[in-house]
């Protein structure tokens, strides 16, 4: 059987709850999660910690999602993002467009496939070795 390299994510939200909830199936799903509860503690993290994809939720105390998504791209310009948001109808801006977001990057909570985010994840780390693809 190939193993495939696993996937570290960084997991932004300010509810423990749901944080610690997708954590949980991220982690049964394999994936290597880290989580912080603002856009300025996981700035921090990301100082010392090797992550592949962020998950970020939009609605945040202090910097909002779409502005730590800003300020990592600048200083991690290889790091992927995905927006996890409970606000129903996010628009993203521009700014982030430019970044290279897409409209499929943005998972509405709550999550109605989890599967489509595990995909999404693991397609954007580089390291879907999976079958079944194309």
């Known amino acids: 059987m190939m193993m495939t390299a ?3 994510v960084l997991l932004l939200d300010d509810h423990a709850s ?3 909830n997708l954590m949980a199936l991220l982690e049964d799903e394999g994936f290597l999660v880290k989580e912080a509860n603002s856009g300025e503690e996981a700035l921090q993290m990301l100082h010392n910690t090797v992550v592949d994809v962020v ?3 939009i609605r945040l105390p ?3 999602g779409n502005e730590f998504i ?3 791209h600048a200083a991690y310009p290889t790091l992927h993002f995905l927006i996890h ?8 801006p521009d700014e982030l467009r430019r970044l290279g977001l897409t409209e499929d990057r943005v998972f509405q909570k709550p999550l109605s496939d989890i599967h489509a985010l595990f995909t999404c994840l693991r397609t954007l780390s580089g390291k879907d070795k999976g079958k079944g693809e194309g």
């Open 70 to 72: 800003k300020s990592a």
């Open 6 to 8: 696993p996937v570290f």
């Open 55 to 57: 998950i970020v939720d």
């Open 85 to 92: 948001t409970g606000v129903a109808n996010y628009a993203m």
């Open 18 to 20: 749901l944080r610690r």
């Open 62 to 64: 202090g910097m909002n």
